[in-house]
Each structure stands twice: as structure tokens, then as C-alpha cells.
């Protein structure tokens, strides 16, 4: 069953499935690294070939990156104990070479430079390490094993350079460093007493060992994922991280979601953030970030191309922010459809002196990652226009007229109301 989800992984290029398809594998453990042990070294392997990769292969290295950290947390038994092997013979050897394994993809990611960015790989293990830290075993009170995976989330932050990476990351480390019962208290000294010191860390050792540091920009933090960590704090000093985090951005802001805010619910939960947790769970300033974070993923990451896809996210690996988002977002152009006469070529709309070169916004019928806004996503962002984001330097009149444009395109179209269909979506 491994084998053959891993190899519809690499084929499909709809993000939803293969999210589904890597949380399955992920879960494996020592059985599901034992089938794809060989395909995960020929992958790393090639990472050091000179020859220029074909789209696939970027697709499969990023899918591999996204698997490592969760396969090495599943592997390991949930007491760390010495663990003998379970029925099909898959003991402690297969375990450390899960780690040798995660291990060699950070060493990936410690040995990137300007002259090969990879930012994708970087996402892609950021993630794993959150789907990863997100699996919780509620009948253990051992740390060694969350303890392990602090380290290696931490060296990893220490070596990345993209914004997102830092975000995700941080939220990853946070999820690990929860306690096992939801209703302990904070400590009174000592570790776990200070939410905000810890991650106050957190951020300062984002990429603090790499090279080509500073970033271009103004300096400083990006604003992402300052608002991220003070959202890491209140999940921490709370341990509700449901309401301040999230696991994947298109699929919190697909649904409206159901969720418990009784601590008391999260005993016997595998997972500290379910999947049926939407965007009406997170609290209003996590609902902003994640809306902003989503539309400037969608202007980087659109298409199927790779190789432009890895263009356009070194271009928009800056300290700020473009000011589509923060000031003007008018060069969005969100009425464009695909198959339209103007083109919708990124960096063909921007404003003058842009250096992100991104917009305008993907045209509707375009093929995006990230999934699109839904119409009541949209909806609330609009409700909450009043309400700016510290990076948000619009009127408010201007951000909700922008959220009200962008649930209008998220509706259904219908030729009896005389809207056009994007043409990629014509019946046949």
C-alpha cells in the first residue's frame, strides 16, 4: 500500500491528495520507511547530480523532504524504549535509518546558498516537521522522543532562510513543546514557565547559521511571522493550539470546521490539531495571517512549472512585504479569468518599483497549490476589515471592499445569471 501511494504522490499534482496521501505514509512508521528506504536515497542522491532536474523529479525531491520528519517521528515507539521490532521484523535499524534519513535532509538544507535556493525543499521539510510535531501519543508522559525532535526542528530553523520556513517551523516547535495533559498549568519557574522567552528564541535563531544572510529588505523580522510567534505565545500560555495555529493553510481556510474549546476534549486525541478544525475555530488576528500568508503563497506558487515556481519564491524571499499586500491592492486584478486577452504574466501588473514582480493575482481557472478563498472565508475577512493586520496599511472601506471582490469571484458561475465560466472549467 506505501509503494503505491508514493508513486501516485509523484504523479498527482493536486495538493489536497497528496497531503492525504503523505499523512498516510507519514503514520507508517518503521513499515512504510522500510518499503521506500531505496527510493528516499535515490532521491537524495541525485540532490548532488549537476544536471538540471525535470519537474517531476523537483516534485518528488519536495515530496520526499515533506515525508522525512514524519516518518521519523512515526517510527519511534512512543516510550522510546528499546524497541525489539514489531511483527514484520522492523526494529531498532529501521529507526535509525528514518533518522540517518531526516538527518541527511537537513544537511540539505544546511549546504543551500544563494546560487541554489531550493526554497521548496525548505517548505517541504518545515512542513513534515509540523505534520510531525501535530501526532501526540495522550497515555505517555515520555519527552525523549519530542525532546529529539526539538532539536532537530531547532537546527533545521537555524539553517533555513525563507520567511514561511521560519513560520511554519515555529509553529512546529510550538506543537512539540505543549504538555501531554491539556489541563496542566504553566510552570512557576523553570522550563515551560515563559511562553514568550521561548519563542523570543524561536525568532532570534531563525537562520542565524546561514551565510548569505541579511535578506534584502528593510531588516528585522518579517511581519508574517512576527504575528505567528506572538499567535505561538497565546497557544502555549493557553494550550489551546487550535485557536492560534494550524496545520495546513488551504485546508483550515476550505471549511468552517467544528472543534471543542473544552480542554478536557483533547484527551485521547493522536493529533493536537484535528483535521476537522476550520477557520471559525482560529482566533480573529490567526484568521487575518492566514488570509495574507495564502494570498502571497498563491502569487509565488502558482502554475505547475517548478523551476518558475522556485523563481518567483527566491524573488519574494525579502524582510517585507509587496505593497499588493500592504498598501494598494488594486495591481491583484482579481476579475481576470484564464483565457482572457490580457495576459496575467507574474510581474505584468505590479507597481512601479516593485521588486517582487508577482501580480496580478492568478486569473480564476487557473491552477493554484494553495487551494482558492471560499466565498464565507472571504466573507469574514471582510468582517474584519475593521480591524487592520499591523501590516495592513489600507483604509478599511478599501480592505473590505477587496474581500467583498474576492467572495464574488469565489462563487459559483452560472450562464443564467450571465456570468462566465473560466475555461477550464466548460462542461464537456
Known amino acids: 500500500m506505501f509503494w503505491w501511494l508514493y508513486d501516485s504522490m509523484r504523479r498527482e499534482r493536486d495538493h489536497a491528495i497528496t497531503q492525504t496521501a503523505a499523512q498516510l505514509i507519514g503514520t507508517g512508521g518503521g513499515e512504510a520507511f522500510a518499503v521506500l528506504d531505496k527510493e528516499f536515497a535515490h532521491v537524495l542522491d541525485g540532490i548532488g547530480a549537476l544536471a538540471e532536474p525535470d519537474e517531476q523529479s523537483r516534485r518528488e525531491r519536495a515530496m520526499c523532504a515533506w515525508l522525512a520528519p514524519m516518518l521519523?517521528?512515526?517510527?519511534?515507539?512512543?516510550?522510546?524504549?528499546?524497541?525489539?521490532?514489531?511483527?514484520?521484523?522492523?526494529?531498532?535499524?529501521?529507526?535509525?535509518?528514518?533518522?540517518?534519513?531526516?538527518?541527511?535532509?537537513?544537511?540539505?538544507?544546511?549546504?543551500?546558498?544563494d546560487g541554489r535556493p531550493l526554497i521548496s525543499l525548505e517548505i517541504a521539510l518545515a512542513q513534515g516537521f509540523k505534520y510531525a510535531a501535530n501526532q501526540r501519543d495522550p497515555y505517555s508522559a515520555a519527552r525523549y522522543g519530542r525532546d529529539r525532535l526539538i532539536e532537530k526542528t531547532e537546527w533545521t530553523l537555524k539553517h533555513s532562510r525563507y520567511w514561511f520556513t521560519h513560520l511554519t517551523l515555529?509553529?512546529?516547535?510550538?506543537?512539540?513543546?505543549?504538555?501531554?495533559?491539556?489541563?496542566?498549568?504553566?510552570?512557576?519557574?523553570?522550563?515551560?514557565?515563559?511562553?514568550?522567552?521561548?519563542?523570543?528564541?524561536?525568532?532570534?535563531?531563525?537562520?542565524?547559521?546561514?551565510?548569505?544572510?541579511?535578506?534584502?529588505?528593510?531588516?528585522?523580522?518579517?511581519?508574517?511571522?512576527?504575528?505567528?510567534?506572538?499567535l505561538c505565545v497565546l497557544a502555549l500560555s493557553t494550550r489551546r493550539p487550535a485557536e492560534y495555529c494550524w496545520i495546513d493553510e488551504s485546508g483550515v481556510a476550505a471549511q468552517v470546521g467544528s472543534y471543542s474549546r473544552s480542554r478536557a476534549s483533547q484527551y485521547g486525541q493522536d493529533r493536537w490539531i484535528m483535521e476537522s478544525v476550520g477557520w471559525s475555530t482560529l482566533h480573529p488576528r490567526a484568521q487575518r495571517l492566514v488570509a495574507d500568508v495564502l494570498l502571497l503563497l498563491n502569487l509565488a506558487e502558482r502554475g505547475n512549472q517548478q523551476s518558475q515556481i522556485e523563481e518567483r519564491l527566491a524573488r519574494s524571499d525579502r524582510s517585507d512585504l509587496p505593497p499588493c499586500i500592504t498598501t494598494d491592492r488594486e495591481p491583484l486584478d482579481l476579475d481576470r479569468t484564464i483565457g482572457a486577452a490580457e495576459t496575467a504574466h507574474p510581474g505584468s501588473n505590479c507597481l512601479d518599483g516593485c521588486p517582487f514582480r508577482l501580480c496580478p493575482y492568478p486569473p480564476q481557472g487557473d491552477i493554484l497549490r494553495h487551494a482558492e478563498f471560499n466565498e464565507s472565508f472571504c466573507t469574514q475577512q471582510a468582517t474584519l476589515a475593521g480591524r487592520p493586520a499591523p501590516w495592513q496599511e489600507l483604509h478599511h472601506r478599501e480592505l473590505r471592499v477587496f474581500w467583498n471582490r474576492m467572495a464574488h469571484r469565489a462563487r459559483p458561475k452560472s450562464p443564467d445569471r450571465g456570468d462566465a465560466w473560466p475555461a477550464s472549467r466548460l462542461p464537456r
Open 72 to 113: 521519523y517521528r512515526s517510527s519511534r515507539p512512543s516510550d522510546d524504549s528499546t524497541y525489539d521490532g514489531d511483527e514484520d521484523g522492523h526494529g531498532d535499524e529501521t529507526i535509525n535509518r528514518a533518522e540517518a534519513n531526516l538527518d541527511r535532509w537537513i544537511q540539505v538544507i544546511e549546504n543551500l546558498d
Open 170 to 230: 515555529i509553529q512546529a516547535l510550538t506543537l512539540c513543546s505543549l504538555p501531554n495533559d491539556p489541563e496542566e498549568p504553566l510552570e512557576y519557574r523553570g522550563r515551560g514557565s515563559d511562553p514568550q522567552e521561548l519563542v523570543r528564541y524561536w525568532v532570534e535563531i531563525a537562520a542565524s547559521h546561514r551565510a548569505d544572510q541579511p535578506r534584502q529588505g528593510p531588516g528585522g523580522v518579517h511581519p508574517f511571522v512576527k504575528e505567528a510567534a506572538d
